[in-house]
């Protein structure tokens, strides 16, 4: 069995072919999270202890290479990122900005929002709003993000890549809130 497992074990595939699931923006959850849970049963380091070197090797690289390939399909944003790459769109996650003006100036509301939660009667409360209309923000993106790759074409693709853009700053600015939240819990107990 480990030996098939091995063999089975394509480096080469895509993190979709790896997990048996169509490539595409909308996943299968359920069978993303169990066919996680049997690679990882299988190839997971503590089952080769006692194996030589090169199966145990390969095992810690399998199970590293099925966490990065889990983590990557199961986030939103990692997975539209992803499937950029695999239709030859790469991204600089770091100096790629969006364009859209309207977006930005509500973004900077809301983190003006946020600074300022503190001085609020009830500031869990406002932090817990903030972090509803971020995720609903995210939703919306999620959903025009499907879109763009059920046919994708070269305009699709630039729309995916603009609404990337988007979602990793509203994933940031849900980060910041739930940091807030977390210092004001804190504070309480």
Do not use: C, W
């Not at 390939?69 to 769109?89: E, F, I, M, N, Q």
Request: proline share 3%; hydrophobic share 40%.
């Amino acid at each position: 069995m480990v030996a098939v497992f091995f063999d089975m074990l394509d480096f080469s595939k895509n993190y979709f072919e790896l997990f048996g699931l169509p490539v595409g923006y909308i996943v299968d959850t359920a069978a993303l999270s169990d066919r996680y849970r049997d690679l990882q049963r299988i190839v997971h380091p503590d089952r080769f202890a006692n194996a030589p070197d090169q199966e145990r090797r390969l095992s810690v690289q399998g199970a590293s290479l099925i966490n990065e390939a889990y983590d990557t399909l199961k986030d939103p944003v990692a997975r539209g990122g992803y499937l950029l790459s695999l239709h030859g769109v790469d991204m600089d996650a770091l100096n790629e900005s969006t364009q859209d003006m309207g977006f930005l100036m509500q973004q900077m509301e809301l983190r003006e929002e946020l600074e300022s939660v503190r001085g609020q009667d009830d500031p869990y409360e406002a932090v817990l709003d903030i972090s509803s209309r971020v995720n609903k923000q995210i939703t919306s993106l999620v959903g025009q993000m499907a879109v763009q790759f059920e046919t994708p074409t070269n305009d699709q693709l630039e729309a995916a890549r603009e609404i990337l853009r988007k979602m990793r700053f509203l994933q940031k600015l849900r980060s910041e809130a739930e940091a807030v939240a977390a210092e004001l819990e804190d504070e309480l107990n």
